[in-house]
């Protein structure tokens, strides 16, 4: 298939990003695991000894930040629809978290304990309609928190990317009614164009 110029413009950016080139010299599996190493470097989120939950783990940055920064005490549940290649210290689910029997799996693996860290970067196929692309975005998003309202610790955290259109406003509205404190990320490694941004939950809030 003949490429044209916008996806040149994007191979020719990707080559000489400097995350790309640093991910592939330091071994991690995408420039993403930067993202969440600043992030986790100024709010202290992954702990040995925890239980973490990766939503939309592949291909694996991320996963592999929290195992390496975990080394090897605790738990790094990581969860997606497509495939992904075996991580050391990291047990992966294959599925599509939309589905129940999907959670289900993801449940029974919990067996019970609750995640001191729930991570989503999940994103959706894009369709090139953007209403209907932001709209499936927060859908995830709010996915996401309805599982920290059950299997999140106390005084957890959960992560997740969202992208800065309609629903926004409302999911960070709610994001304030579950967690004692929101606040927003933008880390280096997330490109200026981006309209992604983390919003980072901390301490469930009582009588959920």
Known sequence: MKRTRTSKAWMREHVTDPYVRRARAEGYRSRAAYKLMEIDDRDRLIRPGGTVVDLGAAPGGW????????????????LDLLEMDG???????QG?????SVLDR?????????????????????SGVPASDQARIMDLAGLG??????????????LV????GHGYDDFVREMRSVFSRVATRK????RDRSAEI?????SLKRGL
């Open 187 to 190: 880390p280096e490694a997330s």
């Open 63 to 78: 996963s592999q930040v929290a195992a390496r920064r975990m080394n090897g005490k605790g738990r790094v549940l990581a």
């Open 145 to 158: 928190l309805d599982f920290c309202r059950r299997w999140l610790e106390p005084e957890g955290a959960f």
């Open 198 to 202: 983390y919003l980072l939950g901390r």
């Open 161 to 164: 990317k969202v992208f800065q």
């Open 106 to 126: 993801l449940e029974d693996r919990l067996a019970g304990a609750r995640a001191g860290l729930v991570l989503s970067d999940m994103a959706p196929s894009m």
């Open 87 to 93: 991580l050391a210290g990291v047990e992966f689910i």
């Open 96 to 100: 599509d978290f939309r589905e129940a």
